[in-house]
């Protein structure tokens, strides 16, 4: 992580954000950009009313901005470099940032908060940066506890060269983050849940000559899920523990990091109607997580 970025909103959780920065880029010895994004609805009642001196209280806010951002930053004694970006749509400047320093990791307080509703209709600025950076992304909860380990979920069933790529990218940041963060490791993956589908499937007639034993085939995917899940820690340089869940792998997930891991995980979100719907797994954690999570593309 040799390049990080850290977008800040001027939120009590900025601290939160630029002390795990802090962390990093002095294991690292890395550069750190500070990217303050700041917005003030007089700017929307400026467009209905007209306000004579909106240009010099809008650089008041800015001023106030700047000013905290340097308080916060000396409390962590860093050296960086900072800018700022005015405007509600903060996702777009943070990526064009991230793209221009040629960024190893962002790190964001997660913050959207909206109705199910309203995120069919305009995806939430969290999620824009989740689809349109190239490089890892971290989503820091305000709300969790001290960091105890770090859980790199991967999908130990994935047959595509594609999928099990990025599942080893995930597994390298992963052992990266456990290492700069002196945190133990843990590989897990969730298989589906075979006991549940058969009770859903239980009134199908059976084939004549045919039997499917849902609880053998279970056994069979999760020994099989323990191997691939082995193979990949015995290929790291230091132990990390492996774990077979079953079940839906948003809530499994949610449910084993609590709100003191932080969890890894790839994503490939999927693009125009089906994603503002569905999203994938990594969208879909957001709605239950109660810790942080580290997303890689």
Not at 106 to 119: H, L, P, W
Not at 157 to 172: C, F, K, P
Not at 254 to 281: H, M, P
């Amino acid at each position: 992580m040799e390049n990080i970025l850290v977008v800040l909103d001027g939120s009590d959780a900025d601290d939160l954000a630029l002390g795990q920065a802090a962390e990093l880029i002095n294991f690292s010895q890395g550069k750190l950009h500070v990217l303050m994004t700041v917005y003030d609805q007089i700017e929307e009642m400026h467009k209905y009313v007209g306000f004579d001196n909106f240009k010099d209280v809008k650089q008041r806010i800015l001023d106030d901005a700047e000013k905290k951002l340097r308080l916060l930053t000396d409390r962590f004694n860093l050296n960086f470099s900072s800018s700022m970006a005015w405007g509600k749509r903060w996702s777009r400047p943070a990526v064009d940032k991230s793209k221009r320093m040629g960024g190893d990791l962002v790190i964001k307080v997660s913050g959207d908060q909206q109705s199910r509703i309203s995120k069919i209709f305009r995806t939430p600025e969290d999620w824009n940066l989740l689809r349109d950076l190239k490089c890892p992304l971290w989503l820091v909860n305000n709300n969790r506890q001290p960091l105890d380990r770090v859980v790199v979920a991967v999908n130990a069933l994935a047959e595509s060269v594609e999928h099990r790529d990025l599942d080893q990218r995930v597994i390298e940041v992963g052992y990266n983050m456990a290492r700069a963060l002196n945190l133990r490791l843990q590989l897990v993956t969730v298989m589906p849940d075979l006991s549940s589908m058969a009770l859903a499937t239980a009134y199908v007639p059976p084939v004549p000559g045919q039997a499917i034993l849902w609880e053998d085939r279970g056994e069979e995917l999760s020994a099989r899920c323990q191997e691939v899940l082995e193979s990949q820690a015995k290929a790291l340089p230091t132990a990390a523990e492996t774990l077979v869940l079953s079940g839906r792998v948003d809530l499994e997930l949610a449910d084993l990091v609590g709100d003191s891991a932080l969890l890894v995980l790839g994503s490939a979100a999927e693009r125009g109607l089906a994603g503002k719907f569905i999203g994938d797994t990594a969208e879909k954690v957001l709605h239950y997580l109660a810790t942080d999570l580290l997303i890689v593309h």
